[in-house]
């Protein structure tokens, strides 16, 4: 099955400076990939959709200027965490869905960033 | 608002049968996905329904009733591999575009 994934795996870093997670799709383009953000224990929350050659769209309540995202290719997006915080700390998920003519489309998740901001 | 709710946890023993019950309310509604995620791991997509009805997948199945906002996700010959949360999440656009993620169901497969 096609493979998304996400760099780096897991990252410490000091309040106040940025981090960047890079999200790719290794063997199928993705005009459209998804970043959400998980609490412990807690469900998935769509943070916005990144589209290729265009700005990311962003859910209500999540602050573009914070979470900066540029879909440079049809295989890379990333999410910059800008001037992070103790409370941006959470597990980070890009997502790219995979249509397939006469199939059913696909999701698949990269397998995640964990940020912990000290 | 959206809300999808969804039992909390869920236990059963190996080789048993367990259903995942999910019930919406969404603005927008164009099909419902499930998800395994295990702890510390990424979701897998398991399965989508657009129309009502079900949907077959090996061991695991999934069911709509869009005129009840229901779904839910049915796990057979239950495997010890198998415990993990699972989420049902809305599409509100074509595809799976703005999705909404259900509460999340622990289940717990005991030998």
């Known amino acids: 099955g096609a493979v998304v994934s996400q760099h780096p795996s897991r990252v410490i870093c000091k309040s106040g400076t940025s981090v960047k997670i890079e999200c790719r799709s290794l063997?199928?383009?993705?005009?459209?990939m998804f970043w959400y953000r998980q609490f412990p224990k807690k469900s998935l929350m769509l943070m916005a959709t990144?589209?290729?050659?265009?700005?990311?769209?962003?859910e209500q309540g999540v602050e573009k200027d914070k979470f900066l995202i540029n879909h440079a290719s049809l295989t890379l997006s990333t999410l910059t965490v800008t001037s992070a915080h103790p409370e941006d700390s959470s597990f980070y998920i890009c997502?790219?869905?995979?249509?397939?003519?006469?199939?059913?489309?696909?999701?698949?998740f990269g397998p995640g960033t964990r940020l912990l901001v000290l | 608002g959206q809300s999808l709710e969804q039992p909390s946890e869920v236990t059963a023993v190996e080789g048993a049968i367990v259903q995942i019950n999910c019930t919406y309310q969404?603005?927008?509604?164009?099909?419902l996905s499930w998800y395994q995620q295990h702890d510390g791991g990424a979701p897998t997509f398991l399965s989508y329904?657009?129309?009502?009805g079900l949907e077959e997948t090996g061991r695991f199945s999934s069911f709509l009733s869009r005129s009840d906002s229901y779904g839910y996700l049915l796990l057979q010959e239950l495997q010890m591999k198998d415990s993990a949360s699972y989420f049902c999440?809305?599409?509100?656009?074509?595809?799976?575009?703005?999705?909404?993620f259900g509460t999340g169901t622990r289940l717990l497969v005991s030998p």
């Open positions: 997502s790219a869905s995979q249509p397939r003519w006469g199939q059913q489309e696909t999701q698949y």
């Open positions: 063997d199928f383009q993705a005009t459209t």
């Open positions: 990144s589209n290729e050659g265009s700005k990311a769209t962003y």
């Open positions: 969404t603005s927008g509604f164009y099909g």
């Open positions: 329904n657009a129309l009502d």
């Open positions: 999440a809305v599409s509100r656009a074509a595809g799976f575009q703005k999705l909404v």
